[in-house]
């Protein structure tokens, strides 16, 4: 008997150990693609998101006195750092921490923007600026509109960490950059590495309508770019085109759009296809010129987002795609995207719009 138990406390030790390294799940579900292209010439350093934030940061607070940034925890850093260092230089009046409170950061924002400072929200977690969305739909976004432009508060920028980490499970890892697009008055813009979250950061802090920029938090550190040392700014509302072909056009934002590059690369290799690759940059406005004239060119569309499905912003794009485009389609716009559920946390790998089910969509869009 003593013989039986001991034959199977090994058998299920063993068991153990191969399920464990068998399920061991990755930080990442794609493949990252930098940049080779610079907005502008000159000395560049190598630098990962998470430092190109940064950058961006130090060289507004450096050349707007009014400038001033804050958040929760900002004061060391922030949770990921990107604000790290901040505080030494510019002080304890221009960089420093708020309550743990995200409609008091996003109002006391609004006051600062509208009373003439620069001001930069950070949210610590996207998920959690929902308690902030009452401020920003509807005090940020219609302050201009209501008060027939006698005052704004255009200089108000709140930058909020997004999407799938890996394990952040379902109040760490969602996208609303949709909630946001339906709110006139607002920018939302989502970077897709070092390069583009400088300049478009950048480019946010200058507007001066409000805006919600959301930083894919998995690319902080997930590679490098050699980025300008220089103060340079990329349009908002422009998508780019970082890959061409004629069977269809791949459609995405922040993370998703490495996983779409990937997906170029196995269609080219496996079914010898070129496809135009399209990161949007600008979720409100979006560049429809760019994406439509890119459909009429090869009748076909899949677009790719993290968020649900349902209400997801590739709802928008695809019915947009359906009105403009609809005699030059070859198969109806095609969505891979999360699913309509809280985002969940062991089964993350089943719930991310990854390179298999993007793959699954074109071939289907191909074959249609």
């Known amino acids: 008997m003593s013989g039986l138990v001991t034959n199977g406390s090994v ?36 630098m990962n998101m998470m430092q190109a934030i940064n950058n961006a940061l130090d060289i507004t607070l450096k050349t707007d006195d009014s400038a001033v940034l804050f958040g929760e925890d900002v004061a060391f850093g922030g949770v990921f750092r990107c604000a790290l260092g901040l505080q030494d230089k510019y002080g304890k009046e221009r960089v420093f921490n708020t309550p743990l409170c995200e409609q008091g950061i996003a109002g006391f924002g609004i006051g600062l923007a509208t009373a003439g400072a620069t001001a930069i929200a950070e949210i610590q977690f996207a998920d959690y600026i929902f308690p902030a969305f009452d ?7 219609k302050a201009r509109y209501r008060s027939a432009s006698q005052f704004e508060c255009g200089a108000l920028t709140v930058r909020a960490p997004c999407g799938a980490v890996g394990h952040g499970g379902l109040y760490h890892s969602q996208s609303p950059e949709a909630f946001f697009s339906h709110a006139p008055g607002l920018k939302v813009v989502v970077p897709r590495g070092p390069i583009s979250a400088k300049g478009l950061l950048l480019s946010c802090i200058r507007e001066r309508d409000p805006c919600v920029f959301l930083e894919p938090k998995i690319l902080y550190r997930s590679a490098t770019e050699e980025v300008p040392d220089v103060d340079y700014t990329i349009p908002l509302g422009k998508a780019q085109v970082l890959r061409e072909g004629d069977a269809a056009t791949l459609v995405g934002w922040g993370t998703q ?39 009429k060119k090869t009748g076909r569309a899949l677009i790719a987002h993290e968020a649900p499905l349902t209400s ?38 089943f719930y991310l719009p990854d390179k298999w089910r993007c793959y699954q969509a074109l071939v289907d869009l191909v074959r249609y």
């Open 11 to 46: 058998l299920l030790t063993r068991f153990v150990s191969r399920f464990n390294g068998c399920t061991k799940r990755l930080s990442s579900h794609f493949t990252y693609f930098p940049d080779n292209g610079k907005p502008v010439e000159g000395e560049t350093t190598k």
């Open 135 to 141: 401020q920003l739909v509807n005090e940020a976004a």
């Open 257 to 295: 759009v490495h996983v779409l590059l990937e997906v170029a690369e196995m269609a080219g290799t496996n079914l010898g296809l070129a496809c135009d690759v399209i990161d949007l940059q600008s979720i409100l406005p979006w560049d429809e010129e760019t994406v439509c004239n890119s459909v």
């Open 312 to 349: 997801g912003f590739g709802a928008e794009l695809a019915a947009t795609i359906q009105e403009e485009c609809f005699l030059h389609l070859e198969a109806p716009v095609a969505r891979v995207a999360g699913w309509d559920t809280p985002f969940p946390h062991v089964f993350e790998p």
